[in-house]
């Protein structure tokens, strides 16, 4: 994960080596709201001067899914 506009630099050099797209979501977002889809052919387009903070992260196609619901690995506490 990568914060916008601080890593910028780390950002665009990640997505352009990457064959993954990377989703930057609103760091005070929910429910999908304000969500956009990069990639590195759309990369040097970064433009949220109408935002504040965003979350950059690589979409994984495939999540790992228990109960049919995404994990996520840093907010849920868990033991098998």
Do not use: C, H, M, R
């Amino acid at each position: 994960s990568y914060n916008y506009p601080e890593d910028t630099k780390n950002i665009i050099q990640s997505i352009s080596l990457s064959k993954n797209p990377y989703l930057a979501k609103p760091s005070d977002g929910s429910q999908g709201d304000g969500i956009k889809f990069i990639t590195k052919n759309n990369v040097n387009s970064l433009d949220y001067s109408n935002s504040n903070n965003y979350v950059v992260q690589e979409y994984i196609k495939n999540p790992l899914l228990i109960n049919k619901k995404k994990l996520n690995s840093l907010g849920d506490n868990w033991a098998l």
